[in-house]
Structures are given as C-alpha cells and as structure tokens.
C-alpha cells in the first residue's frame, strides 16, 4: 500500500484556505477582499515567476491558463471554511467584503509545522513584503503576468494545431 506523504499537495479548498490563512497571519492588521487574495495566493504558489522570488511553492505546470478562474472559486470555499471554524473573519464594508485574521489564525497556522506550511510562510512574507513595497502594483504586476502567459499559451496552441492540421498562414 502506497502512503501519501504529509507534504502532499491538494489543491482544494483546504488547501486554499490554508494558504489564505497564512497570507493573512503574515500582518494581523492586514485586510483583503477575496480578488485581492486570488493574487496573493497565485503569486505565493508561483513566486519563482517573478522577479527576485523564492522557488515556486508548486510545480510549475505547461498549462496554467485557467488558473485564476478556478483558483477564485476554491479560495472562497476555503475561506467559507475557515471563517466556519473561527479561523478568518468577512467583514462587511462600505465598499465590500473583506477577510481577515483572528485571534486563532496565528495559533492554528503555527501548529502546522511541515516542510510546505514552512514554505508557505516564507513565501507568504515573501508576497506581502512585494505588496508593501509596491502597494496596488503587485496585483496588477499578477494579472498582467498571467493574461500575458495565457496569451503566449494560446498564440503555442495556436501554433502547434495549425501546423498539426496543415493549415498555413495564406489561409490555404
């Protein structure tokens, strides 16, 4: 019978939750909205596509053009569950929801002490640390480096069917 290590990489909800969880630890005082935070967690999971960042938390993969997408959606769930168990609060304000750490967070996160919840929050420092330095730019410095991956990903794919199929580019 094959054993899962403990470092075993889910990406589900809990996951994802997890990595909310110690994003938000990193400044007790630090609130985000959940698009803000599908950035921080895209840019800690990828912190070796960008410059001066540690190794990338998770593989890097030859199609990661959806990512966001799905990512958005798991990072909610994750925070639903985390704000379930105490662990974040959603604030209601004037100009939207927003999550931050409670009082448990930082207990429950320092509990964790495996290799990827230790990379994890290096990476995380690492992430707010860039945000701090640079304010609103990392978020866009994470969707532009994503739409322009996405883009070249499509013109590959585009690439490789046309020449798949025999099409050239007189439309012959």
Same mark, same amino acid.
């Given at each position: 019978m094959k054993t899962i290590e403990s470092d075993f990489i889910f990406n589900s909800p809990l996951e994802t939750g997890i990595r909310a969880l110690c994003i @938000?630890? $990193?400044? /007790?005082? @630090? &609130?985000?909205?959940?698009?803000?935070?599908? =950035? %921080?967690? /895209?840019?800690v999971v990828h912190t070796g596509d960008f410059n001066n960042g540690p190794e990338s938390l998770h593989?890097?993969?030859? #199609?990661? =053009?959806?990512?966001? *997408? *799905?990512?958005?959606? %798991? &990072?909610?769930?994750?925070? !639903?569950? !985390?704000?379930?168990k105490g662990l974040v609060s959603k604030l209601s304000l004037p100009n939207g929801f927003f999550y931050k750490a409670t009082d448990?967070? /930082? =207990?429950? *996160?320092?509990? !964790?002490?495996?290799?990827?919840i230790n990379n994890l929050k290096i990476r995380s420092e690492w992430a707010i640390k860039q945000l701090k330095m640079?304010?609103?730019?990392?978020?866009? @410095? $994470?969707?532009?480096? $994503? +739409? #322009?991956?996405w883009s070249n990903e499509f013109e590959l794919?585009? +690439? *490789?069917? #046309?020449?798949?199929?025999? $099409?050239?580019?007189?439309?012959?």
């Open positions: @938000l630890s $990193v400044d /007790h005082y @630090l &609130i985000f909205d959940l698009q803000q935070l599908v =950035a %921080l967690d /895209h840019l593989p890097k993969t030859q #199609s990661r =053009a959806g990512e966001l *997408i *799905i990512r958005r959606n %798991l &990072i909610e769930q994750g925070l !639903m569950l !985390m704000e379930y448990l967070t /930082h =207990a429950f *996160i320092d509990s !964790m002490t495996n290799s990827y640079k304010e609103n730019d990392v978020f866009k @410095l $994470v969707f532009k480096k $994503v +739409i #322009s991956d794919t585009n +690439i *490789i069917n #046309s020449k798949t199929i025999g $099409v050239n580019n007189n439309g012959d």
